[in-house]
């Protein structure tokens, strides 16, 4: 399975893939799209033009996309929802389904710590995907995210299969 994470961001939206084949992760890639032009408007068709070529490119499977957390400045967290529209739009355009995750389930997952640090976060997808060079602080979150729903995805097949063995159905 190919799974593709997805961190929004209207100036940097990082992205990352993984293959996953039983319990074994393997990087493919990863890479952050900023966005460029003048308005709003332009800004997001940039980030949908660059996330769509990512799609086509390395075909993933299955997404999933970190949920947005409101702060206190209303007008960056509305920029910010529509930035994560997009990565929501270019997925299902695909036709996959998108999972969507906290990001302190994210750190949960991966750091085992829910209120880890971007460092802390780096640290762990190194560990975890061993020669991997995240293209920056927004890639490696989104290698996080690919991660954690990798293991979601692990452990909901996991229960499918012994819910099956058990005469049960799901």
């Known amino acids: ?3 593709i994470g997805i961190d929004p961001g209207l100036r940097n ?10 319990s074994r992760l393997t990087h493919v890639a990863n890479g952050t799209c900023k966005s460029v032009g003048d308005d709003l408007a332009q800004r997001l068709l940039s980030l949908h033009s660059q996330l769509e070529l990512v799609f086509n490119e390395h075909q993933p499977e299955t997404a999933a996309v970190e949920k947005t957390f409101v702060n206190k400045d209303g007008a960056g967290t ?3 929802g529509q930035a994560r529209g997009i990565c929501l739009l270019v997925p299902a355009q695909m036709g996959l389904e998108v999972a969507e995750y906290a990001p302190n389930s994210v750190k949960k997952i991966v750091v085992g710590v829910g209120h880890a640090d971007k460092r802390q976060v780096d640290h762990m997808v190194r560990l975890q995907l061993p020669g991997v060079v995240p293209n920056g602080p927004d890639a490696a ?5 690919a991660l954690c729903h990798a293991h979601h995805a692990q452990f909901n097949g996991r229960l499918d299969a ?6 049960g159905t799901r």
Do not use: E, F, H, N
Not at 141 to 145: E, N, Q, T
């Open 1 to 3: 399975m190919r799974v």
């Open 13 to 22: 939206l990082g992205w990352g893939i993984v293959d996953v084949s039983g």
């Open 78 to 80: 509305l920029k910010l």
């Open 141 to 145: 979150d989104a290698l996080a995210i």
């Open 162 to 167: 012994a819910i099956a063995r058990a005469g």
